[in-house]
């Protein structure tokens, strides 16, 4: 017997999936759009987003820079279908980020340096 029901795998009412999440928009303060989510930092512990690494300028990979936020800077706003942060593109370069061949650690001494800089700011 089919479900006549179709059951969307990659998102619920209270999750979705990181395929889903890769690629979303995200928009600064002004509605402009800064960039899209790259990729997301999860804890292995925990299994926490940590950060959520957005993708901004270049063109077809080339010339990116990558911004790692933490993951409570972005709040989904449905009306646009992306993420939005409270900062914009000037508050984003002069904070941690990072080109595709120069990835960081990822080790406590970056992660408190990311925090840090957006719990100042």
């Known amino acids: 017997m089919e479900n006549t ?15 889903k999440v890769d690629g ?3 928009y600064g303060r002004d509605g402009e ?9 999860i804890g ?4 926490k987003v940590r950060h959520a ?4 300028g270049g063109f077809l990979g080339m010339g ?7 993951w ?5 706003d449905e009306s646009r279908g992306g993420y939005v942060v ?15 061949d120069e990835e960081p650690s990822w080790d406590r001494a970056y992660e408190s340096q990311l925090t840090g800089y957006y719990g100042a700011i």
Do not use: C, W
């Open 5 to 19: 029901q179709t059951i969307d795998r990659n998102e619920t009412r209270e999750t979705i999936s990181s395929e």
């Open 24 to 26: 979303t928009a995200v």
């Open 33 to 41: 759009q800064i960039g899209s989510v790259h990729h997301l930092m």
């Open 44 to 47: 292995k512990r925990d299994g």
């Open 53 to 56: 690494v957005v993708s901004y």
């Open 64 to 70: 990116e820079d990558y911004f790692p936020l933490p």
């Open 72 to 76: 409570n800077e972005l709040t989904y």
């Open 86 to 100: 409270n900062r914009d593109v000037a508050q984003l370069k002069e904070g941690p980020r990072y080109r595709r």
